[in-house]
């Protein structure tokens, strides 16, 4: 036979202990915009108060340390201003000191005297590829102009092969053929 189970109350007493210790406990981090869904809300929204003291805001602690910051900075200014009053003579005038020039007292060098950067060296054009291609034209036309110049003084061409043998020779002399007519 199982052991009998203790009661509910019993069961069910120590986390009714957590729930109401959790309840009572202190918030020390509280959420400006209460109500408002936020999957992660802003730290600048979110007020750390240690042991319930005064609540600031991010913001207002921001503006507290710029205004500490920019407090040493204009009393040194005018300390600053002080000296230079003690220092200034009393006969003497408002004029600034004069003004160095920087740099070497001798002037500065001839640019000619300078070594310059070497000039690029001009590179040829390609060599162009008009002439071989003209070479190839004339190779593959001259075999039949000299097939159609037997035939022609042999009588053998109509008038339209005579029109085809001026206009290849035509041809031959356009690509430079120095054998053409």
């Given at each position: 036979m199982p052991p009998p189970l203790p009661p509910l109350a019993t069961r069910l007493a120590p986390l009714l202990l957590l729930l109401a210790a959790g309840a009572c406990a202190p918030s020390d981090l509280r959420d400006d915009t209460?109500?408002?869904?936020?999957?992660?809300p802003p730290v600048y929204n979110q007020?750390?108060?240690p042991g319930g003291g005064e609540r600031r805001t991010w913001s207002q602690i921001q503006a507290e340390?710029?205004?500490a910051d920019s407090?040493?900075?204009?009393?040194?200014?005018?300390?600053?201003?002080d000296e230079?009053?003690?220092?200034?003579?009393p006969d003497s005038t408002d004029q600034?000191?004069?003004k160095r020039r920087r740099g070497s007292s001798s002037s500065p060098p001839d640019p000619a005297a300078l070594p310059q950067p070497p000039r690029p060296i001009p590179v040829p054009p390609?060599?162009?590829s008009q002439s071989a291609t003209d070479?190839?034209?004339?190779?593959?036309?001259r075999p039949e102009v000299d097939r159609m110049r037997t035939d022609d003084a042999m009588g053998r061409l109509d008038p339209l092969g005579q029109r085809d043998l001026m206009r290849r020779e035509n041809d031959l002399r356009q690509f430079g053929d120095p054998l053409a007519r």
């Open positions: 209460p109500g408002r869904a936020q999957a992660f007020t750390v108060i340390q710029s205004r407090k040493p900075a204009t009393a040194a200014q005018s300390r600053q201003a230079r009053q003690m220092r200034r003579d600034p000191p004069p390609p060599p162009s070479a190839f034209k004339r190779d593959l036309i």
